[in-house]
């Protein structure tokens, strides 16, 4: 990276930690999880790669509304690049569990809404998943997602903790749910969710 670009990504790093996520008393528990996240990116020199991240949305005119709907959107799981997701997915779990556990499970609760916001609008099966997020509307920690059964076809809405979700989601862009029945055909080993991570502005 040349001196200028270094210098940007400073600047960049020092606006975002000392102004636009400034922690105080009143902070919410997405600022502290941003902030602290970025300061993890930073420590290990990885802050220029989550720099890209902010600049492509951008270059493509992805619309925005408002500062905290942009980082949400930045940093979504299902925006980050297979080459690099598996490290910044683990950078996520090191920054949650380093957190206070109060303001961790706020942290993953947010996550959780932001996600299933957009799984609505594509669920392939409206109607079961809007259900099924329902009768989980008290599992703080549990990501209702859509799995798909390759016997049958069929759109089948789950629920998987999120860390076992992320723990998965580094190893492959696709995740057998082991031991899952589908409740269409029956079949055994058969239902398979996509790592929301093999979404990229780039795919």
């Known amino acids: 990276m040349s001196r200028k ?9 020092k606006v975002l930690v000392d102004s636009i ?7 919410t ?3 502290i999880f941003y902030s602290s996240l970025y300061k993890k990116c930073n420590e290990r020199g990885r802050f220029e790669d989550m720099v890209d991240f902010f600049r492509e949305p951008l270059s493509v005119g992805v619309p925005t509304i408002t500062v905290h709907d942009y980082f949400n ?20 779990d090191e920054t949650l569990e380093e957190l206070d556990p109060k303001v961790s499970d706020l942290a993953i609760y947010q996550i959780k809404l932001e996600y299933e916001r ?5 669920a392939k099966n409206p109607n079961s998943y ?16 859509e799995s798909y059964c390759e016997k049958c076809h069929y759109y089948i809405p789950v629920a998987i903790k999120y ?4 723990k998965l989601a580094k190893k492959a862009s696709t995740i057998v749910l082991g031991n899952n029945r589908c409740p269409n055909c029956r079949a055994v080993d058969s239902l398979i969710i996509q790592s929301a991570v093999q979404y990229s502005f780039r795919s």
């Open 163 to 166: 860390h076992e979700y992320t």
């Open 73 to 92: 959107y930045v940093t979504g799981i299902e925006n980050m690049h297979m080459d690099v997701s598996g490290y910044f997915l683990g950078l996520i």
């Open 118 to 122: 957009k799984m609505r609008d594509t």
């Open 29 to 31: 528990s997405s600022t």
């Open 21 to 27: 996520l400034k922690i105080d008393s009143s902070s």
């Open 130 to 145: 809007e259900k099924l997020r329902f009768e989980c509307r008290n599992m703080h920690d549990a990501i209702v997602t």
């Open 5 to 13: 670009g270094a210098r940007a990504n400073e600047q960049i790093f």
